[in-house]
């Protein structure tokens, strides 16, 4: 492990205020261009399943094949172990292992494989694809779905207090060697790892008041100050009085006056040739 791969790797690792995030998500309402492709019989690995609320949505997708979550992380496995065990319809199908995701213990054996949010907090996202693509079998997919964080949007602006922390974030993110516009490239990466017939879309993580998941959605920025914020402030991106500023006026503004947050993802799949 180089000593630039070994501080992406640090910075990467969740805090468990964060998980909440993770666990709120679903697959219909967070990955739907995956959720359309999804079919009955197809094996799968999600790679990054951190609590693994999206992987059940996965597994019931395809069911009765299995389906396997994979993260770098113990205690949301624990999670996501927790999860599984409370669906005994699944349980025969679904099971979670800890593995680092550049070297997967697998051969070429699935018939997708999906890595959801998983590349922005890799410091060499393009190796992870050659890897990820390494163990399709011939014919399978390869799912990936990213960030492209300058394209963030809210109404209201938001307070120069949280826009403060958002470009001290992308900069602690940037100085670890994560990309902040992984969206950008994920069509790039797949054809560079030689997979075929690749397609994308934009997906739009949109927070409206008065929807019913506004509330979830409105709140991700505030969990990423309270949790990752600690983080930047360690690194000495920020200081801790202008975190908890952050904090407080973010969730002030969330609450009181914010209309509407769209974050700009990209989804991106491409196939094995040899099926």
Known sequence: MTTDDALARRCAELPLGAASILSARTLASDYPALARELRPGLRLLDVGCGTGAMTLGMAQAVFPAQVI????????????????AAQPNLSANLRFVEADLYDLPYGAEFDVVVAARVLQWLGEPLRAVRELSRVLRPGGRLFVLDYQHFQAQMVPPVPPSVAHFRARFLAWRAAAGLPNAPADELESW??????????????????????PDFGRRIAVWGTVIASRGHQVVAAGHLSEAERALAEQEFSVWAQERAESQVLALRSASGMKGGG
Do not use: I, K, Y
């Not at 770098?72 to 996501?80: F, I, N």
């Not at 054809?191 to 929807?211: F, M, N």
């Open 69 to 84: 979550g994979l993260d770098m992380g113990a205690a949301l496995l624990d999670q996501a172990r927790a999860r599984g």
């Open 190 to 211: 797949l054809h560079a790892a030689g997979l075929h017939a690749v397609q994308s879309e934009p997906q739009l993580e949109t927070a409206r008041r008065g929807a």
